[in-house]
Every structure is written in structure tokens, then in C-alpha cells.
């Protein structure tokens, strides 16, 4: 991480100008969401884990949740895409601090209250639906994790952006369970009762969110290893990697 929750000057514009993004970045929308009409993944999900790898988990969470907040009062933002973005942001911030046990254990407890949500959770209706957040989860607890945050901000160009990608790719799976969680907690059954609905809808997605959480993750790779070139050439980074 970069900065820690100490704010100073540097952090403090830094975390302000994220803010900014985040919030000009939630009105490009990337794919529909699926039972919420008229509201949509955007490409702030391509910021959310950039933030949390350079501003540190508390910092990179706040500027998601300030962020997000004037997305959702602006109409850009739905409060499931809200919560995935807090999420993903904090989650690689914490990936970045090498804290892999807490990380394991927040995976795994989003991952379980997600599948085995009352009556509509996928592990009901349609178990098929999770096979890429097992995937994101094999990924985490394997040795190819910690190799991938070591190389993050590594001279290596390749090496960088294979670092930003797997952090990436995670981070943006665990707000993707968060955020489909939250959605089950304000649908289900007040505004989605139907359980055939539900299983179609889990069908649906089956193949459509690994494709989008995988594009979202190589966005934030080149966005954010340009980023991070760009502002440790101009000095306003004077340190990388204080875990």
C-alpha cells in the first residue's frame, strides 16, 4: 500500500482526485444489471481495486464509499454496485498488505452467505452459477497470490501488470459476491419473490460475469500500472510498497 489512514497532504489529494474519478468513471456504463432495470455495472468497478492497491485499504475504501454515495444520489450508481465497489477497493488494500488470512476468511464468508442465502442462494437454485468465485478463491489461497503481490510495482512492466491483474481479478470477484449479496438482501422477497425468476436469473450470469470481472480486472491492470508509472515519474509517490 501507499498510504496508510494517516492522512497527509499527498494522500489526502491523492484520495480526493480518486474520489473524483471513481465518481466521473460510475457514469460509463459496462454491462446491465440483471433485475435491477435501468441500472448498470460501470467503469468504476474499473477503479474500485487501482484505488485500494495505491491508497491502502482505509483510505482506498473511504474514497469508494465518498465516491460511491454521490454516484448513487446521482442516479450512476445502484446500491449493489455501491457495495461491491467498498468491497473491492478495502479487499485489495488489504490483499496489498499481505493480510492473505483475513482476506481468505472474508472470501470465503461472503462466498458462503452468498451461495447458501435463503431459498434463492445459487447452492438452491442453480450451484453452477459460482464456478468462477471458486476459481477467484483457488487463485487466492494459492502460491500464485503472494507471487502476484510481490509484483506489483516491479520495473518489469509484465511483471506489474500480471501483479495488478491476479490483485485485480480477486479484489473485483469478492466485490462482485458482496455486491450480489446485498442484492439478494434487497430483492428477495419483497421485490423478487418467484424462485423460477431467481434460477433463471442465476443461469443468465452463469457466463456473463466471469467475462465482465475479467475485463473489468485487465481495465484496472492498464489503467493502473500507467497510473502508478505516472505519478511515482512525477514524484508525487516518493514510496512504493510500505507494508
Not at 495505491?54 to 446500491?79: H, K
Request: net charge positive; hydrophobic share 55%.
Amino acid at each position: 500500500m501507499l498510504f496508510d489512514w494517516k492522512l497527509d497532504t499527498k494522500s489526502l489529494a491523492l484520495a480526493i482526485s480518486f474520489t473524483a474519478l471513481y465518481v466521473v468513471f460510475g457514469f460509463v456504463k459496462i454491462s446491465p444489471i440483471i433485475g435491477l432495470p435501468n441500472q448498470a455495472i460501470t467503469a468504476a468497478a474499473i477503479m474500485a481495486p487501482i484505488m485500494g492497491i495505491i491508497l491502502g485499504s482505509y483510505i482506498g475504501m473511504t474514497s469508494t464509499i465518498l465516491g460511491g454515495i454521490i454516484g448513487f444520489f446521482a442516479g450512476s450508481l445502484s446500491v449493489p454496485s455501491l457495495v461491491s465497489g467498498v468491497f473491492a477497493a478495502s479487499y485489495a488494500g488489504i490483499l496489498h498488505e499481505r493480510k492473505r488470512s483475513l482476506c481468505v476468511f472474508s472470501y470465503f464468508s461472503l462466498l458462503f452467505l452468498f451461495g447458501f442465502y435463503p431459498f434463492v442462494g445459487p447452492v438452491w437454485l442453480y450451484p453452477a452459477l459460482m464456478w468462477f468465485q471458486i476459481v477467484g478463491f483457488l487463485i487466492l489461497v494459492s502460491p500464485l497470490m503472494p507471487i502476484a503481490l510481490k509484483s506489483i510495482g516491479s520495473k518489469n512492466k509484465s511483471k506489474s501488470f500480471f501483479g495488478f491483474f491476479i490483485t485485480s481479478l480477486v479484489s473485483t470477484l469478492a466485490g462482485q459476491i458482496a455486491g450480489s449479496l446485498a442484492f439478494e438482501l434487497l430483492t428477495w422477497p419483497i421485490f423478487l419473490a418467484n424462485v423460477n425468476a431467481w434460477k433463471a436469473k442465476w443461469q443468465v450470469i452463469t457466463f456473463l460475469y466471469p467475462v465482465e470481472r475479467t475485463i473489468i480486472a485487465l481495465s484496472a491492470s492498464f489503467v493502473g500500472t500507467t497510473l502508478y508509472e505516472a505519478l511515482k515519474s512525477s514524484n508525487i509517490l516518493s514510496s512504493y510498497g510500505k507494508h
